[in-house]
């Protein structure tokens, strides 16, 4: 699992390109992981997006991870889940979608990250790294904060929140974390512009750091 | 499967009372199945809610049918699923509870109940019988759209929409459906009341049909 570069969609970035094609200017541009993240569409227009970026994806081995929605991931036979502290518990999850499937948490303290490890967490998501418009600077766990839980725990950490193509190197260099997620630093604007200079980035800090 | 008085939730018909309480009056009342229809709730309280419904159902050996989230249904390992057509596909939630749960699913035309029923329905909600706020007249498909539908299938048929303690008599015995669903005709109000009066008017239509 390659989680250099992690894109989240978001399609209220996307501004009237489509879902697909921005996927695929961000699959072009060297993300190597994508989730998928719809929280106001109907359950049959979440499969059916699913199952077109699905056809994307596995053209170039890109795993598919579907946010909260553990029955779309099985409908499509995505490649795993992505859950939040608000979601289903993370070892319901892993019973639910099987030893074969990836199950990413969300973490926010060390606590919650040594638990998601324990429940059966593939890797943990993990922030946020900056202050957001939705997590404010009380939220911010930091560079430190990111930093801290890296090292507690064995399975692999993607940074969160605030990420740009501007601080992504910091990042990657200063926490040790084994890739950075960001929905608009990939999908605002240039998608596959936007997606190869972070992995440059995350690669030259990942050269730097050794 | 005893389909008679079939309680969908609603929590916005609850003015203050706890949907749990609400449950155990439904259930002292009468009602023979109930369906869990959460919209507006992260997945984690929806899971929670249920995992307590069902706690109140499997006492009197009440089926929990869940509607729309097939991941919550598993989760909890309630009885069965509920979803319409802007749900998963039929064929795909079957393939996901397996044979062994039970499959609901709304349908409004002759197509949609046939096309469900070979898709791996075990019943089938039919209406609008009646006028509501959220189907106008143009989607009611009334007494005689819902007789039609339950004479061309073969699995059982709950009818839904509008349905009262007034007319819940005349609906099942002009339709010949095997129950009536409601949200509002048994929480809004006395529930455990409501309950009582709709299965006495739907067991009285049942012998006067015969
Ligand atoms: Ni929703």
Known sequence: MDLRLYAVTDRSYLDGIDLIDA??????????IIQLREKEI???????????VKKVTRRKNIPLIINDRVDIALAVDADGVHIGQEDL???VVRRLIGPG???????????????AQ????DYLGVGAAYPTPTKPESCAIGIEGIKK????????????????????????LKTGVDGI?????????????????LLES???AIADRS
Chains 1, 2 share one sequence.
Request: charged letters at 25%; a negative charge.
């Open 118 to 121: 324990k429940d059966g967490a």
């Open 202 to 204: 995350i690669n030259k």
């Open 149 to 172: 839980i890296k090292e507690a725990i064995g399975i692999p950490v993607v940074a969160i929140g605030g990420i740009t193509r501007e601080n992504a190197y910091e990042v990657m």
């Open 42 to 52: 109907s359950s049959r227009e979440f499969y059916e997006l699913a199952l077109r």
């Open 23 to 32: 996927v695929e200017q961000a699959v072009r541009g060297g993300i190597t």
């Open 101 to 115: 499937k990836i199950l990413g948490v969300s973490a926010g303290t060390v606590e919650e990250a040594i638990k």
């Open 89 to 91: 518990p993370a070892e």
């Open 181 to 197: 997620s960001s929905v608009s630093a990939v999908f605002a604007g240039d998608v596959e512009e936007n997606s190869r200079q």
